[in-house]
């Protein structure tokens, strides 16, 4: 149900008492944050994003968990930019405006005042919460380097591409995106999996493949369930080659393009058939720290060609029926 501008909305106790404490806690926040007073001002903006995560799966109607949600991640920025010193980031103007519309989140249908993905970069403090609303609204943010992508190579990228043609007894690998775990999943504009084949100085032996845009969030999971069939036939790739997974999504920033927030990879030895769930790691390649509790959960099969063997190419599209 929609609401037009200034209809105040019925709100049971449990929320209105949400709103209050939340309002006090903010505006405490707030006070210590304009007078400098940054170590307090940041213990208590984490202390406020705690609990609102921890209530924001019953915070009212969907527009209302998605405020909630982003108001959690700007604390959380908030306070990681005045433990950093840092003037990138959530600013205090930033934090000033959204005091004018926290008080009207749970009376009316109120937008989050400002997109993410206009915010310079800045990491989520690390120890924040995974406990966020599956929302799908537009934004993301992404503060793991200044840099676009792991790799300097953006021509040559296609859609997935079908089973390859190999002569009989040839044998080939697939391997199916499941979901990825990443914090706060609701952030990412139109989210991807980037796949390469590369060798040795990181070389790209075969076409770059990207995965659909994800559409769905199930338990804090970007749900992809993609299939990716490498091109070259498994005997002809060497060892020393690695097949890179890259987690992409869209930034509106700077008139718009597609950045690597993590990776995953599998060397040779791992190419085996099986159900897996690989450790994310920060760009840029070989200089990544694991990102505990960020995983990409994948499985992979060895196919063989046979004299049998069809090529299906089958024309898809998505439907928004049934939760899509």
Request: charged residues 25%.
């Amino acid at each position: 149900k929609s609401f037009s501008a200034g209809f105040t909305m019925p709100v049971d106790s449990a929320l209105r008492t949400l709103n209050v404490e939340w309002n006090r806690q903010y505006d405490r926040a707030l006070e210590l944050d304009k007078w400098g007073q940054m170590e307090e001002a940041r213990q208590a903006y984490t202390k406020l994003a705690s609990h609102i995560e921890s209530k924001s799966s019953s915070a009212g109607s969907k527009t209302q968990r998605a405020y909630v949600a982003k108001l959690a991640v700007c604390l959380r920025m908030r306070s990681n930019v005045l433990r950093a010193g840092d003037s990138h980031g959530v600013t205090l103007e930033n934090m000033s405006t959204i005091k004018q519309t926290l008080s009207k989140v749970f009376l009316e249908e109120v937008v989050f005042p400002f997109d993410l993905g206009d915010i310079d970069d800045a990491m989520i403090e690390p120890g924040s919460s995974d406990v966020l609303p599956d929302v799908d609204e537009d934004g993301a943010y992404d503060g793991a380097s200044e840099s676009a992508n792991t790799f300097e190579e953006e021509d040559g990228i296609k859609d997935l591409l079908p089973q390859p043609k190999f002569k009989d007894g040839s044998k080939f690998v697939s391997i199916t995106v499941q979901k990825i775990g990443v914090k706060a999943p609701e952030k990412y504009m139109e989210p991807t999996i980037l796949f390469s084949l590369r060798g040795g100085h990181c070389k790209a032996l075969e076409s770059l493949q990207e995965t659909n845009a994800a559409r769905k969030i199930v338990d804090g999971h970007i749900i992809f369930n993609n299939t990716i069939h490498i091109q070259t036939a498994i005997n002809e790739i060497g060892p020393e080659s690695t097949v890179f997974l890259e987690f992409r999504h869209f930034k509106k920033r700077r008139g718009g393009y597609r950045s690597t927030k993590c990776w995953a990879m599998l060397e040779m030895d791992e190419l085996v058939e099986g159900t897996f769930t690989l450790e994310l790691y920060e760009k840029p390649a070989w200089d990544g720290h694991i990102i505990f509790n960020n995983t990409i959960h994948i499985q992979t099969a060895i196919n063989e060609i046979g004299p049998e063997s069809t090529v299906f190419l089958e024309f898809r599209h998505f439907k928004k029926r049934r939760g899509g």
